[in-house]
């Protein structure tokens, strides 16, 4: 693999490959169980999950092959000004390259366009990678959960201010 990728929005022709990643990518964290994203019904229709308002999802390829993912969309059971961070994974090939910054940037400049205040993400124990670039990106931990995402399995919360307080 090239050290180079390119980030775009995922297309129509994508979700099968995204749907692998999210499905070999889960287990080897431990959250391939009942409560975590890997069972929620976008998996196998990621391209249409974010056509809605308020969504946006991007795809990593590196040549030639979808290797990574991520997206935002609005926090189910949330306030209007909150999204999610949602399903970003990256197969391992494809990890600690700054790829994952790239697109967490990438989806944090989207999330502001939207309008949104915040962004929220939920993720696992043992994820060290992951929570250690979101710690790089401002995300603070919270307690518990916000919104009703479904992932009871999760245990790890943060949430990132996008805009000033006025």
Do not use: N
């Amino acid at each position: 693999m090239t050290h180079e990728g390119t980030i775009r929005p995922v297309r129509p022709g994508d979700e099968a490959a995204v749907a692998r990643i999210i499905r070999a990518v889960m287990p080897e964290f431990g959250a391939d169980g009942p409560g975590f994203a890997l069972h929620d019904p976008e998996v196998d229709h990621m391209y249409e999950a974010y056509q809605r308002p308020g969504a946006a999802y991007f795809v990593l390829e590196a040549d030639g092959e979808v290797v990574g993912g991520g997206g935002i969309a609005p926090l189910d059971g949330g306030d209007a000004g909150t999204c999610e961070l949602r399903k970003m994974y990256f197969l391992p090939r494809a990890r600690g390259r700054g790829w994952g910054a790239r697109l967490l940037t990438l989806c944090l400049a989207e999330a502001r366009a939207l309008g949104y205040a915040r962004c929220y993400l939920e993720t696992c124990t043992g994820m060290d990678a992951a929570i250690r670039l979101y710690g790089k990106m401002g995300f603070h931990p919270i307690c518990s959960a916000l919104g009703a995402t479904g992932h009871g399995g999760c245990d790890r919360f943060y949430v990132l201010a996008l805009r000033s307080p006025t």
